[in-house]
Nanobody, 125 residues
Framework: QVQLEESGGGLVQAGDSLRLSCAVS????????MGWFRQAPGKEREFVAA????????SYADPVKGRFTISRDNAKNTVYLQMMNMKPEDTAVYYC??????????????????WGQGTQVTVSS
């Protein structure tokens, strides 16, 4: 069964950078589309970024366009979220999701079959 584990979260100041990682084990990583979502206290989980299984296409939510970059390293079975110029509004628990065989960067929570347990990101102003 597919297992996902996020890491790299922490406390940063506004304007700083942070990189999150999601390590995947189980079924062949290269055939999984991957996505990042986040959930702030009192809010619903929202889409952040996604990448298809081939790495050809990506998708980003409007609040993070131009600041965040999603990438994947199939040799390491890992997907990354590079976050630049972070803002207090980015504070949330960040989750990665996976869907085997999906060749598109899904932007909906229901697009994904498997989820990690999340990593906390806090941005102070």
């Amino acid at each position: 069964q597919v297992q996902l584990e996020e890491s790299g979260g922490g406390l940063v100041q506004a304007g700083d950078s942070l990189r999150l990682s999601c390590a995947v084990s189980g079924r062949t990583f290269s055939r999984h589309a991957m996505g990042w979502f986040r959930q702030a206290p009192g809010k619903e989980r929202e889409f952040v970024a996604a990448i298809d299984w081939s790495g050809t296409r990506t998708s980003y939510a409007d609040p993070v366009k131009g600041r965040f970059t999603i990438s994947r390293d199939n040799a390491k079975n890992t997907v990354y979220l590079q976050m630049m110029n972070m803002k207090p509004e980015d504070t949330a628990v960040y989750y990665c999701g996976a869907h085997y065989g999906m060749d598109r960067p899904g932007v909906r929570e229901n697009d994904y079959e498997y989820w990690g347990q999340g990593t906390q990101v806090t941005v102070s102003s």
